[in-house]
């Protein structure tokens, strides 16, 4: 099992851009949820997916949008990229159940903004 | 709004101690709460999930415990080991209509010397 899986692993990027970020979850995992770290913080949540839908969103703007696919996979999408993007991405995936399992984590990308 | 804090914010101690880490938190209309490590630059490890209705969980050298209704946590660590240097995170999930939102503290960073 190849685990939580993410690409690209780094990502440079120009002010105003758009960029794409993707994720395979866990074999057996349906639920993937996003999240954003700054360095030296704990991560913030962006939104999760389920059954190719967005099922929760955290306090993020409209510039951060995602899909799930029918395998599960899920990307993120961010448009007009300010500096302040600049952190690392994480995904995470569980089986669904809320509350019920642990959220397993991919190595993350790491996403400069210049 | 939920909000998660954890103290101390870095710990230094000689290998062979026992330590506690803590984890607060202002809502207890939570799911779960999970503790991770995170090696510097990387991905979330899951070490433990304590259920709403559990007490606490074992796994190995790591205890923690869960007491909801003070919203507080510990992460107790038995005979430290040089490898157990990283950061430890923890996060709750939200409950009733915000299932699936995770929030994080900022991490305890510990160092742990031979």
């Known amino acids: 099992d190849a685990g939580v899986t993410q690409s690209p692993t780094h990502l440079i990027k120009t002010r105003g851009q758009q960029v794409t970020l993707r994720c395979s979850p866990k074999?057996?995992?349906?639920?993937v949820s996003w999240y954003q770290q700054a360095l030296g913080q704990g991560p913030q949540f962006i939104f999760q997916y389920y059954e190719e839908e967005e099922r929760q969103r955290g306090n993020f703007p409209d510039r951060f949008s995602g899909h799930q696919f029918p395998n599960y996979s899920s990307e993120l999408n961010v448009n007009a990229l300010l500096l302040g993007d600049s952190a690392l991405y994480l995904c995470?995936?569980?089986?669904?159940?809320?509350?019920?399992?642990?959220?397993?984590f991919g190595p993350g990308t790491r996403l400069t903004v210049t | 709004k939920q909000e998660v804090t954890q103290i101390p914010a870095a710990l230094s101690v000689p290998e062979g101690e026992n330590l506690v880490l803590n984890c607060s938190f202002t809502?207890?209309?939570?799911?779960?709460l999970q503790w991770f490590r995170q090696d510097p630059g990387k991905g979330l490890t899951s070490l433990l999930l304590?259920?709403?209705?559990?007490r606490e969980q074992t796994s190995g050298r790591l205890n923690a415990s869960l007491d909801k209704s003070s919203g507080r946590s510990t992460l107790y660590i038995a005979a430290s080991q040089p490898g157990d240097s990283a950061t430890y995170l923890c996060?709750?999930?939200?409950?009733?209509?915000?299932?699936?939102?995770?929030?994080f503290g900022d991490g305890t960073t510990l160092t742990v010397k031979p």
């Open positions: 996060a709750v999930e939200a409950g009733d209509t915000n299932a699936g939102k995770s929030t």
């Open positions: 074999s057996g995992h349906d639920t």
């Open positions: 304590i259920q709403s209705s559990q």
């Open positions: 995470a995936s569980s089986p669904a159940g809320t509350g019920l399992y642990e959220q397993y």
């Open positions: 809502d207890s209309a939570i799911y779960n």
